[in-house]
């Protein structure tokens, strides 16, 4: 019996980080963490580098790392990205790597529509050597769980990766349609006499943001960013003031639907110099698993410089450089 729950829990553990997107406070910071057209839109070379400690205090919480790039290249008219990511979730790791392009439209003056891709290649490995049974024997100089179903040494299996999105400016208002895992490939995890197979989930993506500028010292930028997949779908409300275009406070407030709050997420930034920003999230849990952890970090380094890649001349409009 005490096998059997031992599997189970490890099952669903690779189970759940095997269908979950890494979860992300500064969403507004890094926009092109989830949508690919967002590369070079703002004629920036843009590189974020974010790590996001998420549960503190609960075994096995999310851990997560993730850089990318993304430049504008005028002579196509679009942009390349690249993106690369890490995440631990108890007993499972997702590793995954792509490259990016997107095409950049001018339907008039006060309108632009990017519409971009993303492919490569995620590695989805179980830490069979880092389970734990109550009858397992780990003593030196090896691992024995005692159970054949469970793997004694690290699996893994790669699948290709597909992502899509649209991104339309209209004057101060951004809209952003993406998706994720459109493949729904299969990992095909491996063990002795068992197999272990595992389907990615595809996830979508809506974002919307609206700049007011209240003077000439300060802009408050309102914004809604709505996640969901087959089983859930989340919503984040939030609102971020920048000050003489240095300094950032923001507030969020994250909930899965209508009758589950998830956190109350406090935001700030500030840059560091012209070109490089730091922008901090604290997660204030709300949902009856705040009693089990801490809250959750996130810290997130940005360097931006405007660019004229691929020389040629650049598009009719460039919307005034961003920090989203």
Partial sequence: MN???TLIVCLFTLTLAAQQTAQSSLFNFNTYDFNPAVAGIDGEL???ADLR???VGLAGAPLTQSI???VPVYFTKGG???AVKNTTYGLTQNVQAALGYNQILTI???ILLSIGASGGLMQHTFRGSDARTPEGIYEPPGVN???TELSEVNISAVAPL??????IDISSLRIGLSADNLLSSTFDLTNNQKDFVFNQVRHYYGYLSYEIGLDNDLVLIPSLFVKAETAELQTEINVLAEFKEKFMLGFSYRGYNSFSNDALVFQGGFRLSNNLRLGYAFDYGLSELSTAHNGSHEILISYNLATNFGKGTPPKIIFNPRFL
């Fill in 162 to 167: 597909l992502n899509a999105g649209i991104v």
């Fill in 80 to 82: 390349f990205g690249l």
């Fill in 46 to 48: 843009s590189i974020n």
């Fill in 53 to 55: 400690r998420q549960w």
């Fill in 3 to 5: 096998k059997l729950l």
């Fill in 68 to 70: 990318n790039a993304h």
């Fill in 108 to 110: 008039n003056e006060n």
């Fill in 145 to 147: 769980h005692v159970d």
